[in-house]
């Protein structure tokens, strides 16, 4: 036997050796076979300074250290977050590519546009939940309205007068502002952008006058003065905006809270779902990122890949009803 072996070159040997071990059951299977080893890269469909951006470069560094190796984040914006999804969908299933996208990437866009080039349920395997986000009414400083009442009074005195941004179109801060719009009984004008950093300087800037937006887009804004938080779109007030009421303190029912989820292309091995999973809860945990997540009005979740499956089902059955219901088309 020893004489055999002197004729089979080292590596071959050592790769014989760790196949028969591993099928024995000796060592485990990931001994041979480490993952990661080279970056991982997270594809966002939005430009740098929006919220999901935001608590990705939080994570990021954490995933980092955890697995050994760099997690890179890549910003690919356009179509309100389909050009990001579409690349992230045509990426190879090794766990190297991971998607992040909001609530609209994940459920509203497809519940409303019929021809997208990839198919969410079957092109992707769901990860985890990171976070949930309040979303906030934002309005120019200057506009003399300072309580839903009053913005509803002026829409209706001013039909077609009042122009809202987006981050684009089907995106959940469009959706957001159709279904306030529908719910207040009120006409707006949709101006849609590529991302919620140009969407929400715009209304800074007062070229339009609010958006619909997750707390941490708005929040230095509000901080410096150049927008006024109206209203909270959830069921209860936020511990970042404690004087500023719920939109449902004044039309009874209404609830609208935004998600951000990982997800990865479907066929990526399980075990690697598992392992980066684990460093997106584990990174959730650390003191320092709850104290930042919490800061920017984020709340961190971080379930399984089967509960965030079936969460993204609920969500895309959800929004297929409320934008049948409210007859809302893309502009």
Known sequence: MKRILNLIPLKLAVTCVLTVLVNWGAIPAAFAQ??????????IGFPPGGAIDTIARVLAPKMAADLGQSVVVENKPGAGGVIGMQAAARSEPDG???????????????????????????????????????????????LPIKTVPELIAYAKANPGKLNFSSSGNAGLPH?????????????????????????VNDVVAGQVQLTF??????????????????????????AVFPDVPTVAETIPGFNLTNWFGMAVPAGTPAERIVRIQKSVVDALKQPDVLTTLQGLGVDPVGDTPA?????????????????????????
């Open 34 to 43: 480490t993952f990661p080893t080279r970056a991982i890269h997270i594809i």
């Open 307 to 331: 509960q965030f499956g079936a969460f993204i089902k609920e969500e895309l059955s959800r929004w297929q009803k409320v934008i049948a219901e409210g007859n809302i088309k893309l502009d």
């Open 175 to 199: 959706m957001a502002g159709e279904m306030f719009a529908s719910a207040a009984g009120i006409k707006m004008t949709h101006v849609p952008y590529k991302g919620s950093s140009p969407s």
């Open 96 to 142: 190297y590519t991971i998607f992040m996208g909001t609530m609209g990437n994940f459920s509203i866009t497809p519940a409303i546009m019929k021809e997208l080039p990839y198919n969410v349920q079957k092109d992707f395997a769901p990860v985890t939940q990171v976070a949930s986000s309040g979303f906030v009414i934002y309005v120019n400083s200057q």
């Open 213 to 238: 937006e997750a707390v941490a887009v708005g929040l230095p804004h509000v901080k410096s003065g150049r927008l006024r938080a109206l209203a909270t779109m959830g069921s209860q007030r936020l």
